[in-house]
């Protein structure tokens, strides 16, 4: 076990060091991050600063802010660990280093979804649970709602993973998929607010075509209380569902791949 707390250790400080040469792209970080923020809270303001609304969707203020801030950790969530492995792969593909990761006595999938960190975007995991944090503090939250959020968000984050993936392992076909992956990006700048917000046709896009609802909308859910069976369950079914598909087109990818050296 201590080895490989070791391990971590080293390759933590070795990122680190990779990232903060240069203090500017620290400071890039945290502008970004703070943009991030802005632009979520400014947009849940304008909702709620109409004259006489108090509820939109049938969602209070903190309710709604709950959502913004599974939204900012779920950005977090992918700046640090999942957008700078994705990205590698249509490179690695491009330039023929894919050899390399196919040849290696590791599980090609695993080694291509980790090996890659974002430190210096870690603080929107922080801003993300300050908001979370903050929004439950007035709000009538129970254990068992949080410990059914925490298992949601978990089904959440292994979602966001398989759709990233899925888009990224297009790149054995088509090379260059920076441009799905940023629309996917888009769309998922609904998930800051709550899903009822939306009109009907929206919302049964963004819960069972595009399921952006699951990600932030149903963990805020689940810790107020308010969550139905039906999504409860369907939520982890849904992120099975995905990572068998995705495991399965992953293996397809690289059963095709024509090696770059061949």
Same mark, same amino acid.
């Given at each position: 076990?201590?080895?490989?707390?070791?391990?971590?250790?080293?390759?933590? $400080?070795?990122?680190?060091?990779?990232?903060?040469?240069?203090?500017?792209?620290? %400071? &890039?970080?945290?502008?970004?991050?703070? &943009?991030?923020?802005?632009?979520?809270?400014?947009?849940?303001?304008?909702?709620? $600063?109409?004259?006489?609304?108090?509820?939109?969707?049938?969602?209070?203020?903190?309710?709604?802010?709950?959502?913004?801030?599974?939204?900012?950790?779920?950005?977090?969530?992918?700046?640090?660990?999942?957008?700078?492995?994705?990205?590698?792969?249509?490179?690695?593909?491009?330039?023929?280093?894919?050899?390399?990761?196919?040849?290696?006595?590791?599980?090609?999938?695993?080694?291509?979804?980790?090996?890659? %960190?974002?430190?210096?975007?870690?603080?929107? !995991?922080?801003?993300? !649970?300050?908001?979370? $944090?903050?929004?439950?503090?007035? !709000?009538?939250?129970?254990?068992?709602?949080?410990?059914?959020?925490?298992?949601?968000? &978990?089904?959440?984050? =292994?979602? =966001?993973?398989?759709?990233? %993936?899925?888009?990224?392992?297009?790149?054995?076909?088509?090379?260059?998929?920076?441009?799905?992956?940023?629309?996917?990006? &888009? =769309?998922?700048?609904?998930?800051?607010?709550?899903?009822?917000?939306?009109?009907?046709?929206?919302?049964?896009?963004?819960?069972?075509?595009?399921?952006?609802?699951?990600?932030?909308?149903?963990?805020?859910?689940?810790?107020?209380?308010?969550?139905? $069976?039906?999504?409860?369950?369907?939520?982890?079914?849904?992120?099975?569902?995905?990572?068998?598909?995705?495991?399965?087109?992953?293996?397809?990818?690289?059963?095709?791949?024509?090696?770059?050296?061949?």
């Amino acid at each position: 076990m201590r080895r490989y707390l070791r391990l971590v250790r080293i390759f933590v $400080g070795a990122t680190l060091s990779a990232q903060l040469e240069y203090r500017a792209n620290f %400071l &890039g970080a945290v502008l970004a991050s703070l &943009g991030e923020v802005g632009v979520a809270l400014l947009g849940i303001s304008i909702l709620f $600063g109409q004259p006489g609304v108090t509820q939109v969707g049938g969602w209070s203020f903190r309710e709604a802010l709950l959502v913004t801030g599974f939204f900012m950790l779920t950005e977090g969530v992918i700046s640090v660990f999942i957008q700078p492995n994705m990205s590698k792969i249509a490179e690695a593909v491009r330039t023929g280093n894919m050899d390399f990761t196919l040849l290696k006595p590791i599980d090609a999938q695993f080694n291509v979804s980790t090996r890659n %960190l974002n430190v210096l975007r870690f603080p929107d !995991l922080l801003i993300g !649970l300050g908001l979370i $944090g903050y929004a439950a503090s007035g !709000l009538d939250v129970t254990p068992g709602g949080a410990l059914a959020a925490a298992m949601l968000y &978990g089904s959440a984050v =292994v979602i =966001v993973y398989c759709i990233y %993936l899925g888009l990224s392992t297009t790149a054995f076909w088509f090379v260059k998929t920076q441009n799905v992956t940023e629309l996917f990006s &888009g =769309v998922f700048g609904a998930a800051r607010f709550p899903v009822a917000a939306f009109p009907v046709p929206v919302r049964f896009v963004l819960t069972f075509v595009l399921p952006v609802a699951f990600i932030t909308t149903v963990p805020a859910q689940a810790l107020t209380g308010a969550l139905g $069976g039906g999504l409860a369950l369907a939520s982890p079914l849904i992120a099975a569902g995905l990572f068998l598909g995705t495991r399965w087109f992953w293996r397809y990818a690289v059963a095709s791949y024509t090696s770059a050296s061949s």
